[in-house]
């Protein structure tokens, strides 16, 4: 009699962005002639730039070409790429990560998922709350919770609560945690962790031989220079963290599917017997078992990000999404809301008015203004009360979505 | 302290295919003379097909232009892929599976792997022997083995063993098991399963509850009309199987990155208190949330090989391929060696002459011969006295690889 996986059935059927697209559905259905604003899930609608078309049109030529054509590539990526990650997003920041540090695969949503394969069922969990879902779920599904109570929050994991007193950056844990999950520019909230944070969390990681899992999937959108990128920014992190990057947002590749992971050479976990085990290695070894590298014509397209005409497109999208973003903030504030974020990250995080719950306000601009938001409580017990706008959209639509919102304020 | 999933220890240091590089590179640097042969990984040659190529250019294009420009795809797939795969892999053969049990991956080794996220640890686990070592080494790295034995075997898992008495077809397993890996044709003997002997699997499997996970990465190689290319060719399977399939031999895409996996929805798992649980839905679950769909311009190149300009190209490679798996068991054969597969797969299986060990066979081809193929013994203990021989290598090649061979018997 074969066996399921019965974490899986601790998860909440109503996962976040289904039940969005359900309501969405729904009202859509009932309504056919209301043109919706879809500023929920955060994916691009920008196309793709001159210089990474033409470098993956260039690859697709190299594929049908006998003398040029590739079959399986490095599980860990192509040199091509790992040397540019290592060269553009690290070294030239005065920050030492090598090339064969860098993991090039094809997602982060991945990466942060299945990084979870090379750990043990024993370790303590601290995941920020509100926090993009996978984190929390994938914990799940691994068997490493309970069951979750009313309001979603699953026993045996550590949340760290952002809100408002502390600007939606958690303090340390209180409790002895094993493995930290930070996400700074944060999804949902918007908000930087600045270097005395990182500092403060290296720090705290050390000194309990704690591993932070980073995601920095939006770095791309810091604007303030005193911010750090990379938590390897930060004095002895290479001995605590693993940091997951993404080129979904900042070069328009959701659809493409690339992103990388930087593991330290120097990065260490303990076994059972108290031996230290390089987990370079068991990740080495797990995606060169369980993966087989992202795609050819992905991984040229990325390295064009690299190139000085790519540089510049790159920068030529993230302030149009990041001139979204302000007009977001400024149009909703003077429109009487509370917001935060939406200077260094793509998301404002909004109090909702009037006391609204998450999913009230949620169904109050979808009925009233026909704008699609993600409700903060589908990002965890402590964004209740709250609600995320995402800035990747048309000028034009943002523009629409404020004039609609001020309207039903 | 942040622990590691010891089970990774488990695993043996000299993993097959990374071994086989370390000696071939040892011996290229010793000899910087030779010309080396390599017919050891089952890497295709030839260069992507006119159809695939141009649809792959058109996507790019789609995606520069914010008209047509796509995010985020489905995590299940485009339904233009998984339509033409459930129409022309299954429904055109008598099979019925609907598109909605079809889902698009980044790679068959990814699937075989993750797969075993949706079961639970109590599963005995049954592998055929010889096999891809993938299935053995997720499995350990799952924590469902012991550790290995001298000749690598491990603890718990239960080997179905394929030898030439049995024609390399192993028998139904002798005591009771839940997880049952086949593949077929077969990586790495070529040998092949008849409709009889897959209808008893389905028999036994419905009889004891287990799951058939069906390896059918190799189906577009059968040339024999009578073997079935899909486990769904046997009545009532459906109940009892998964099925996977890749794009990587058949159109040459092993670095460009599609497979599938076939999840009926009728198909049930068992949870700890005796409730049925759909595999379907737990597959989606871990798909949604661990996984974000293949890249966009990868689908719309696969769903080119269902034109019928992509259809005839795709026949073309394999019979190109198959032309060199011919040439391969006859001149093997005509050299006096005893030959197994290359006829509906394109692998050849040989029995080492006089009595060698697989590696000292490998270590001979090599250092004599310039030829590398890859030892019996790296596919399990079944396989020592054996060697496998790709046909994936351009006419030159094998035409020089078998004179060469030749020299050196």
Chains 1, 2 share one sequence.
């Not at 090379?118 to 879902?133: E, H, K, L, T, W």
Request: negative net charge.
């Amino acid at each position: 009699m074969v066996h399921i996986n019965h974490h899986y059935l601790k998860l909440r059927a109503g996962y976040l962005f289904p039940e969005i697209a359900r309501r969405v559905n729904a009202f859509a259905q009932a309504n056919p002639q209301a043109r919706i604003i879809r500023m929920g899930i955060g994916d691009v609608t920008e196309p793709l730039t001159p210089a990474i078309t033409k470098a993956m049109h260039e690859a697709v030529d190299e594929m049908a070409q006998r003398s040029s054509f590739k079959g399986y590539g490095p599980e860990q990526g192509y040199g091509f790429l790992r040397e540019a990650v290592a060269e553009q997003d690290f070294r030239a920041r005065g920050v030492d990560i090598s090339a064969d540090e860098i993991f090039i695969s094809d997602g982060s949503k991945c990466d942060t998922g299945n990084i979870l394969d090379i750990f043990g069922c024993d370790n303590r969990i601290a995941i920020s709350d509100p926090v993009y879902p996978v984190y929390v779920d994938t914990n799940v599904m691994a068997g490493h919770t309970g069951p979750a109570d009313e309001s979603g929050r699953f026993e045996g994991l550590v949340y760290l609560v952002g809100n408002e007193a502390n600007g939606f950056v958690p303090e340390l844990p209180s409790e002895p945690v094993d493995l930290i999950y930070l996400c700074y520019p944060n999804n949902p909230t918007g908000t930087v962790a600045s270097r005395e944070t990182l500092a403060r969390w290296v720090q705290y990681a050390k000194a309990s031989n704690a591993l932070i899992l980073f995601d920095a999937a939006y770095e791309a959108f810091i604007s303030d220079p005193s911010i750090p990128h990379s938590i390897f920014e930060i004095e002895g992190a290479k001995d605590v963290a693993v940091e997951f990057r993404s080129f979904s947002k900042s070069i328009g590749f959701t659809g493409i599917r690339c992103a990388l992971t930087v593991v330290p050479k120097q990065l260490m976990g303990t076994a059972p017997g108290g031996e230290r085990v390089s987990i370079h290695q068991l990740w080495n070894r797990r995606q060169s078992t369980k993966f087989n590298g992202a795609s050819y014509v992905v991984q040229k397209g990325a390295a064009a990000a690299y190139t000085p005409e790519g540089r510049a497109e790159m920068r030529g999208l993230i302030e149009f999404y990041m001139n979204n973003a302000r007009l977001l903030r400024e149009g909703l504030t003077a429109a009487g809301l509370t917001v935060f974020g939406g200077v260094n990250a793509p998301y404002v995080w909004v109090r909702t008015p009037a006391g609204l719950g998450s999913w009230e306000f949620f169904d109050l601009l979808l009925s009233k203004a026909n704008v699609v938001g993600t409700p903060g409580s589908g990002f965890g017990a402590a964004g209740e009360g709250y609600f995320r706008l995402s800035a990747f959209n048309s000028l034009a639509n943002v523009q629409e979505a404020l004039q609609r919102i001020r309207g039903v304020l």
